[in-house]
């Protein structure tokens, strides 16, 4: 998902750099006033980490293979403020040294992957916790449809910016990302939740070493986030929801409206309504299967979730089977 | 991957390797929005401007067999994104732009990070005042990169040796916890720095 | 004045499991004495307590004393100035991004800057024989090396007394004749836990032997080395250097 140069406007990278830039502001605030200070190395270290962990391979079909983000796993492990600062690290260290993301669009990139991602991942996270409980089926349940919603959601914001920037239409952008990232972000559910199941198995305690989503210090955390989150969608994902109207009046078609509401179209829009059918019915289907993928998504990370911890180890949080029997 | 870590033409000593590190951060930066803010069909522009860019990279040393592989290595993704505006009116136009601008600016780029060490960037942050955390952040994520590399080959090479099945699942679970292992001893590594950079008086 | 006194120091890890027992001993300035024991004997720990980085909350009498001053939270800084603790794994000491920084970042946190900065981190990798590394990074040192660039940072701070941790494990015959040349020639106090019964005859004068986290024995290094029985009831031997050595 990283944006190369010359794909977003000026006004779209400058904005999205300020939105990357309060976002940090709020992780640097938040670590400092409530993350232990002997945790302050495990920061980069786990930056590190992400890094070397987004080169392992996971293979898919023929020759391709799957590769980690990382962003909700870090979230999980560290926090979402920890994991905002090791994931700007890791979107720093790879724009400037691997030429792996524009610098014009390091903010924009920083914004989507390294606030986005992991805010809006713990976020889900943290409510499907509070909904399901404490127990690994549960918090594994958390993990994989966080890291599902949080991927298509960085992908939708993407898309957002590459559309007001210009570049390229919201009809486009939007069925592709979106569309793409249904799946790609499969694949980063699956591998989260299984290195966070080998994690529990192998050191529980680092896990478990949480904050409680009950500090008040959490919430307001959480809130910032949410509020810099909501910002973004409004400033570069609203304008374009001139396809929700599309499938209005597939409603109203199907409610009887019809008339009423070719009535008003006549009326404010002398021409015909659409030029280009196809591509309007792609942004509809795109939400429609959007919705659809998140329940099956929902559905899948339940699976994965028992799969992962066999009936009677899923409260106290051990796996007794696995593919590997020497985790 | 490693060798781009371990990239032995950045310690070069060209006239270009030599400039101050703030001097070739402003330089990619000047570039790259130059590049950025051309009019989309100034191809002579775009011309001139790779033609200077091939200039520098001549004038570093550096042997342009390696630039051009990192090059292309980097294009893919650019060309990925900007096949989603051939979609559209004026699409080819729009298409050739893009390339354009993005083989421009990942020129910039990797001619910087080919000339200059990041321990050169980083000094430049801390005197353009990023804040602390963030700086110890970035210099620990490097300083521990190759090792954490070096580790993860290890747990790999380990894990594979004692591994007769093969399945992709079973390939999956298998690099998970390889992830997971590597992730365990990050952490206690960490706590380790932590006590070494205590131990020589370290405070935030 | 010595150097370090350690009396009565006791630890429990958080788990209850006992890790130090009534441990006392001294050193003095610029004795060098070495610290030996068995695996899980608890002399990584032992070392860890001696410039405070445990326990996690000083005690209100503190059993360890360095250079006179006792182990308490306002004394920690200058403490930890004057010991310098070389950790096992070179790659937990050198954190910073080059050697020039790693050796300068002793003195910077006492606030030494500009020429006089630049002159001891010059001083101290000379000390070592590394004056030609400054900007190297530390992934492209040698093992060896990178100990050696440790032991340039904890000298760099001008400290007193070193507490070494296995300084000359994992070193090739090369390094490891390196390190010990080097530690003979340092005239500041030492403590050197260490598997390397070779080096600790060759360069301490007094050993000290720990097992399960209690002092069984201390005194000269080659009438302690020497009993066999001594050796073996701990989990040691008597070191071949002194085999075919006249007992004196």
């Known amino acids: ?327 | 991957m490693h060798e781009e870590l371990l990239n032995p033409y950045r310690h070069g000593a060209s006239l270009i390797h030599r400039l101050p590190a703030p001097v070739k951060l402003l330089g990619a930066a000047v570039g790259v929005l130059v590049s950025v803010l051309l009019p989309r069909t100034a191809w002579p522009a775009y011309a001139g401007m790779g033609a200077g860019l091939l200039l520098v990279a001549l004038l570093t040393s550096v042997p342009l067999r390696h630039l051009g592989r990192r090059l292309l290595i980097a294009e893919p993704f650019a060309v990925g994104v900007a096949l989603l505006a051939l979609l559209q009116d004026h699409g080819l136009q729009m298409f050739l732009a893009m390339l354009a601008k993005s083989t421009l600016c990942l020129s910039c780029v990797i001619l910087l990070n080919s000339t200059t060490r990041f321990t050169d960037l980083l000094q430049v942050f801390r005197r353009l005042r990023v804040p602390p955390l963030l700086v110890v952040t970035l210099a620990l994520m490097h300083r521990y990169l190759f090792v954490l590399f070096e580790e993860m080959g290890r747990l790999r090479r380990a894990r594979r040796s004692r591994t007769f099945t093969s399945g992709r699942v079973f390939a999956w679970q298998l690099t998970a916890t390889v992830a997971a292992q590597l992730f365990v001893r990050t952490s206690e590594r960490a706590e380790r720095v932590y006590a070494a950079m205590c131990a020589r008086g370290w405070k935030l | 004045m010595n150097a370090l006194e350690v009396h009565h120091l006791g630890y429990r890890y958080p788990d209850g499991t006992e890790a130090l027992r009534d441990v006392s001993f001294s050193v003095a300035e610029g004795e060098r004495v070495g610290l030996i024991g068995p695996n899980g004997a608890g002399k990584s720990t032992l070392l860890l307590h001696l410039n405070g980085l445990l326990p996690e909350h000083p005690p209100p009498e503190p059993a360890v004393r360095v250079f006179g001053t006792p182990l308490a939270e306002p004394n920690l800084a200058a403490i930890r100035v004057q010991l310098g603790l070389l950790f096992q794994d070179p790659d937990d000491q050198l954190f910073c991004p080059t050697v020039w920084e790693d050796v300068a970042f002793g003195p910077q946190q006492l606030g030494v800057r500009g020429p006089e900065l630049s002159g001891r981190v010059a001083r101290a990798l000379a000390q070592v024989g590394l004056a030609h590394l400054e900007e190297r990074m530390p992934h492209h040192l040698s093992r060896g090396e990178k100990r050696r660039v440790g032991l340039a940072g904890l000298l760099a701070c001008e400290a007193r007394l070193l507490a070494l941790d296995e300084p000359s494990s994992d070193l090739d015959p090369r390094g490891r004749r390196e390190l010990k040349a080097l530690l003979g020639s340092l005239s500041v106090a030492q403590i050197i836990a260490t598997h390397d019964l070779e080096l600790v005859v060759e360069i301490c004068s007094r050993v000290i032997v720990l097992d399960q986290g209690a002092v069984v024995a201390q005194g000269p290094t080659v009438e302690l080395l020497n009993d066999e029985a001594l050796m073996l009831a701990h989990g040691l031997e008597r070191p071949h250097v002194l085999r075919h050595r006249h007992p004196h």
């Open chain 1, 1 to 327: 998902m990283h944006i190369p140069d010359g794909f977003l406007d000026a006004k779209t990278a400058v904005i999205s750099a300020g939105m990357a830039a309060m976002g940090i502001g709020i992780a640097l605030h938040s670590v400092r006033r409530s993350f232990s200070v002997r945790r302050v190395p495990l920061i980069g270290l786990a930056a590190a980490f992400v890094f070397a962990a987004q080169m392992l391979n996971f293979p898919v079909a023929g020759g391709t293979s799957g590769h980690l983000i990382g962003a909700v796993l870090v979230a999980v492990l560290l926090g979402p403020s920890a994991a905002v600062l090791a994931m700007t690290a890791v979107l720093i260290v790879q724009c400037f040294m691997f030429a792996d993301g524009g610098v014009t669009a390091l903010g924009a990139n920083i914004f989507n992957m390294a606030i986005v991602a992991p805010g809006v991942g713990y976020a889900i996270y943290a409510l499907v916790r509070r909904a399901a409980g404490d127990s690994l089926r549960s918090r594994l349940l958390a993990t994989a449809f966080a890291a599902w919603c949080s991927t298509v959601i960085a992908a939708i914001v993407c898309a957002g910016q590459l559309a007001f920037s210009g570049t390229v239409t919201w009809k486009v952008a939007f069925p592709a990302m979106a569309g793409i990232h249904m799946l790609i972000a499969i694949g980063e559910a699956v591998i989260t939740t299984l290195v966070v199941a080998a994690v529990a198995r192998a050191r529980p305690e680092l896990l478990a070493s949480r904050p409680p989503t009950s500090a008040p210090s959490h919430y307001t955390e959480l809130t910032a986030y949410g509020l810099l989150v909501s910002l973004g969608l409004v400033v570069f994902v609203a304008p374009f929801t001139s396809g929700w109207p599309d499938g209005l009046e597939k409603v109203a078609a199907a409610l009887g409206f019809e008339h009423k509401a070719m009535a008003t179209a006549v009326m404010t829009a002398p021409l015909p309504h659409y030029t280009i059918p196809g591509f309007r019915s792609a942004v509809s289907s795109t939400i429609v299967a959007g919705g659809v993928g998140t329940l099956v998504a929902f559905v899948l990370a339940y699976v994965l979730a028992r799969a992962l911890t066999p009936r009677g180890d899923a409260a106290q949080g051990r796996d007794a089977g696995g593919a590997s029997p020497c985790a």
